[in-house]
């Protein structure tokens, strides 16, 4: 990796005013290293006070800069007019980022960016690999509702069947990855399959993958969490799409 590296962190957010201001703090104080951040905010047409919490943190924002000295770079927002699902947030963010390296960061605190320097280590000594995954599975301690571990245990054993590969958790959310390959890949999903569409295009086009274990923190469906089985089904018709795709 050159000197001046920059780590472009794309937070995908829908109606989370409650953590959102949160969250961001914590990416601004992590520190990285060497590496600068561009935090890319993409409001995915929340209808709470998400906005609102966003443009109020914009005023307390040099403040949290000033105490952090943690290489920022820059921040700034996209706005969807209204919801498309995460995948279409993540696209937009990638389509503006400008790093040497991404990392995705939900806005509902439960991944935790001291889990970062580990990955971006891992990243930095192995030259020849692609994507760092944060794995739930490798840190002993994952916990969750029965169905989402069920569901994330099949889709995952479900890319190993059918690409060779030897992973964990595929649907991580903490995939850290070269520039390279979200510059040269066309992602097309729009919800929460394109957890599976990235991790099987990665493989597909011979990327290698390693995971690190990672602290994380699930939260409750009335405390906001979203994923469901609709989107597991969405996942395993995604793994096959990109099996068959030339």
């Known amino acids: 990796m050159k000197k001046n590296k920059k780590l472009s962190i794309i937070i995908p957010v829908f109606n989370e005013e409650k953590t959102v201001a949160d969250a961001i703090e914590k990416v601004l104080l992590q520190k990285i290293g060497g ?3 561009e935090i890319i905010v993409v409001n995915d047409g929340s209808t709470d006070n998400t906005q609102k919490e966003l443009d109020n943190f914009s005023a307390r924002a040099s403040d949290i800069l000033r105490r952090s000295r943690s ?3 820059k921040i700034s927002i996209v706005r969807h007019d209204r919801n498309l699902g995460k995948g279409a ?4 963010g990638f389509k503006a980022f400008s790093g040497d390296a991404i990392i995705i960061q939900d806005a509902d ?12 280590e891992k990243l930095e000594q192995n030259n020849d690999v692609a994507a760092i995954f944060g794995s739930r ?3 002993g ?6 169905l989402c571990v069920l569901g994330v245990k099949l889709l995952t054993f479900l890319v190993n069947l059918i690409f060779g590969s030897k992973l964990t958790d595929i649907y991580t959310c903490y995939k850290l990855m070269r520039a390279d390959f979200i510059k040269k890949t066309k992602l097309e999903s729009n919800g929460f399959e394109i957890e599976a569409e990235i991790t099987c295009k990665l493989l597909k086009g011979g990327g290698v993958i390693k995971e690190v274990p990672i602290n ?4 409750t469906y009335r405390q906001g ?22």
């Not at 605190?109 to 971006?120: G, N, R, T």
């Not at 301690?141 to 029965?146: C, I, L, P, S």
């Not at 994923?227 to 068959?244: A, Q, R, V």
């Open 35 to 37: 590496w600068q951040k």
């Open 71 to 73: 290489g920022y770079y």
């Open 89 to 92: 947030a993540l696209r937009s």
């Open 109 to 120: 605190l439960e991944y935790s960016p001291a889990d970062w320097p580990a990955m971006l």
């Open 137 to 139: 599975e490798l840190s």
């Open 141 to 146: 301690a994952r916990k969750g509702y029965f």
């Open 216 to 219: 994380y923190f699930p939260r």
């Open 225 to 246: 969490k979203k994923i469901g089985i609709k989107d597991e089904l969405l996942g395993i018709k995604t793994i096959l799409k990109c099996w068959m795709s030339a």
